[in-house]
Structure formats: C-alpha cells, structure tokens
C-alpha cells in the first residue's frame, strides 16, 4: 500500500526486493521501505515539533516573569540593539469604566518600560479624566484637542460619531507615531476587559 509523502519524509519509490522470492519477498521489501520513509517523516516532524516547542517555553519565559530575562537573552541583547518599545494605545471618551480596561492592562503588561501605557481621550467628558488621571506616572494622558462637530453630508448625519471616532484615532495614531516617535503601537479601546 502507498501512502501520500510527507513533509520531511525521504521518498523514495518502490524497488523491486531482490532478496527474496516471488511475490512474498516484493512485498517485504516494499513494507521495509515504507517503514523506513514513516519512520524518517516521524523523525523530522519530531525535530520539527522540538524547535516549536523551545521557541514556545522561550516565549514562555518571558511572559512568566513579568518582562524578566534570563541571563542568555540579556547577553543577546546587550550584543544587539535594545528590545522595542511597543507603547498600548487605549482609545477613550465617556466611560468612567476605562478604569477596569487600564486596571488589566497594568495588571497583565510584562514591563511597564517596554509596554507603556498612553490614553488618548476625545469627548471632553470630566469623570472619564479624573479617572484616567488618578493613575498618575503609570500612564500619558493624552486629550485630544478638536471636539468641534465635523461637517458631513446631510445623508451622513446619522454617522456623525464615526466621523469623530475616525478623527480622534487618526489624531492619537498621528501623536503615538509622530509626536512620541514609536514605530509600532497596539491599540486598544476604553471597553477591553
């Protein structure tokens, strides 16, 4: 019986056995060679699953410190340029209830250094500030400044607020990129939990 190839497998076709006789010895052969290719395509599925799973308990690592490093990654490092800073955007405007969104996200970042935390905050709402401001160092508050409605098509009346969303994201990704000079952010909104 022929199976498929797989991945990693070495395939070779089916040779006549010339050890045995008739049709008894062929097929020995046939059975020893596809032995041998399952058993190579095992072999380097094994070797491939191997490398997934080192680079899994590397991540690992990481996450279960906190941000922590062992000392090879710190000797890789200290060879190579500093780890990039990714700043989390969160996206706010009237919901006091940001709170639980930023209480997860300092809870769970692994390194307030490499994640730090910046909210941009539209609609001017004063509950939904003092919140964010009681966090104090641990994150940047930013407000943006146009709170001015936006002329739109009288038949686009009704999506006035996505106009206003889509304003406010490109003023805060605009402020994250060219203002604070990071080159990749992770953006989030007000009502992650």
């Not at 056995?17 to 190579?40: F, H, I």
């Not at 989390?88 to 919901?95: G, M, Q």
Request: aromatic share 6%; with cysteine; proline share 5%.
């Amino acid at each position: 019986m022929r199976r498929p190839s797989t991945q990693g497998a070495l395939d070779t076709p089916d040779k006549p056995d010339k050890t045995g006789d008739g049709d008894g010895g062929g097929q020995l052969g046939n059975l020893m060679n596809e032995v041998m290719r399952v058993a190579n395509a095992f072999e380097a599925e094994l070797e491939s699953q191997k490398k997934i799973l080192l680079q899994i308990q590397n991540h690992w690592a990481v996450w279960e410190n906190k941000g922590g490093v062992t000392a090879a990654k710190q000797k890789s490092q200290a060879k190579h340029s500093a780890p990039a800073v990714i700043p989390i955007l969160v996206i706010a405007c009237n919901r006091v209830t940001v709170k639980r969104c930023l209480d997860k996200l300092i809870e769970h970042r692994p390194s307030a250094e490499l994640y730090p935390i910046i909210v941009s905050q539209d609609c001017g709402h004063a509950e939904t500030s003092d919140v964010i401001a009681s966090y104090g160092s641990q994150l940047t508050h930013i407000k943006q400044p146009d709170l001015s409605d936006i002329a739109v098509p009288s038949q686009h009346k009704k999506f006035q607020g996505y106009y206003k969303i889509s304003r406010h994201y490109h003023w805060a990704l605009n402020q994250v990129f060219n203002t604070f000079s990071y080159s990749a952010a992770v953006v989030v909104e007000d009502d992650l939990e």
